[in-house]
C-alpha cells in the first residue's frame, strides 16, 4: 500500500510539471531606446584666436616729389618709404547662431571681436633731401603710420553639414593706430578709422567629451577664417602734404602715388559654445 501511495505521488509531480511547461512565459519588456541628439549650431558662444596679417594697400614705390619754394629750399626733394608692413593678430571674439534646421541646414549668426595687430610703424615716414623751411614739415596723410589694434561686428551666413559649417562673413570694422607728426598726422587725420570687413571660413564642432573642453560647453569648435578689412578714409590718391607746424594744417598738396588702410587676415580660432546641444 506504501508503495502504491509513493508510485501516484511521483506520477502526480511529474504530470504538474509537465503541465507547467506547455502554460505560456511572461513577455520580456522590450529594450529602451534613447535616441542621439541632433547636433545643432545654435546658441551662444566665445573664444579666441589667431594669425598673420598683411598690407593689401593700394600703392605705388615711386612716391617721391620736389618740395616748393618758399616752403623748402630749391631742389628739396621728400621721399616716403611707403613698405608693406605685415606681421601677428590676435585676440577673441563673441557671438551668436542660429540654426533653422537640427543635423544640416542654413545657419545665421552675429559675431563680434577684437584684435591686437602687429604692424609697427614707417610705413609713410619721410626722408627729406635738402632742407625745409622753418615751421613746416611733410607727411603722407593716406594711411596710419601704425596699425595697432582693430575689431569688426559682422554677420555670418552659413550652411551646416551636421558638425561642419562653412560660413561667409561681413560687416563694420573700425581700427586705431599712430598719426603722429612723424608718421603722417595732421589736424583732421586722426588715429582711429572706421570701415567694412569681408571674408570667410569654415568651422568643425569637436564631441563633447572633447579634451579642450575646459568650460564644460555644449561643443568646442574650431575654425579657419580669412577677412579682408578695409579703414580707408577717402585719402586714397591725395599724395604728401606740406604742413605749416604752426596750425597743423596742409599748406601745399601733392597728387603722387596712393595707399589707404587695407589689409588682410588669415587666423585660426576657438570657441566655447553654450546652448543646445
Do not use: C, H
Not at 626722408?127 to 596699425?147: E, H, K, N, Q
Not at 579657419?224 to 594744417?249: H, K, M, P, S, W
Request: hydrophobic share 40%; no cysteine; net charge positive.
Amino acid at each position: 500500500m506504501t508503495k502504491l501511495l509513493a508510485s501516484l505521488a511521483a506520477f502526480t509531480s511529474l504530470t504538474a510539471a509537465a503541465s507547467a511547461a506547455d502554460l505560456p512565459r511572461r513577455a520580456a519588456p522590450p529594450p529602451v531606446f534613447t535616441p542621439v541628439p541632433v547636433f545643432t549650431w545654435t546658441g551662444a558662444y566665445f573664444g579666441i584666436n589667431a594669425g598673420y596679417a598683411f598690407d593689401a594697400s593700394d600703392r605705388n614705390t615711386g612716391n617721391t616729389f620736389a618740395v616748393p619754394f618758399p616752403y623748402a629750399a630749391p631742389g628739396t626733394v621728400a621721399s616716403f618709404r611707403n613698405r608693406s608692413q605685415d606681421g601677428f593678430s590676435g585676440g577673441g571674439q563673441i557671438g551668436y547662431n542660429w540654426q533653422i534646421t537640427p543635423g544640416s541646414g542654413l545657419v545665421i549668426g552675429v559675431e563680434a571681436d577684437a584684435q591686437y595687430l602687429d604692424f609697427g610703424r614707417n610705413r609713410n615716414s619721410a626722408f627729406i633731401s635738402g632742407a625745409l623751411a622753418p615751421g613746416y614739415y611733410v607727411t603722407d596723410p593716406r594711411g596710419l603710420s601704425s596699425l595697432d589694434f582693430f575689431g569688426t561686428v559682422r554677420g555670418r551666413l552659413g550652411y551646416a553639414f551636421d558638425r561642419t559649417l562653412v560660413y561667409g562673413t561681413g560687416g563694420f570694422a573700425y581700427g586705431s593706430g599712430s598719426a603722429d607728426r612723424s608718421f603722417g598726422g595732421y589736424a583732421g587725420n586722426d588715429s582711429f578709422r572706421t570701415g567694412w570687413a569681408v571674408g570667410g571660413g569654415i568651422e568643425y564642432a569637436l564631441p563633447t567629451d572633447s579634451f579642450l573642453n575646459f568650460f564644460r560647453s555644449s561643443a568646442v569648435t574650431l575654425k579657419v577664417e580669412g577677412l579682408y578689412v578695409n579703414l580707408d578714409r577717402n585719402t586714397r590718391n591725395q599724395g604728401a602734404f606740406v604742413i605749416n607746424a604752426a596750425n597743423n594744417f596742409p599748406v601745399v598738396y601733392s597728387g603722387i602715388g596712393r595707399r589707404s588702410d587695407e589689409f588682410a587676415v588669415v587666423r585660426a580660432g576657438l570657441n566655447y559654445k553654450f546652448g543646445s546641444y
